[in-house]
């Protein structure tokens, strides 16, 4: 089973980026729930 990085790579630049916000998102709300 590939890595969540080698799916990543296999998308477009575009898709990419939309995997990056919504990674950011989860940490962001993740964090805002801990503290």
């Known amino acids: 089973m ?3 990085k ?5 998308l477009p630049p575009e898709l990419q980026q939309e995997v990056q916000d919504f ?3 989860l940490l ?3 964090m805002k729930k801990a503290g």
């Open 28 to 30: 962001e709300k993740r």
């Open 2 to 4: 590939p890595t969540l």
């Open 6 to 10: 080698e799916l990543i790579d296999q």
């Open 23 to 25: 990674a950011q998102f």
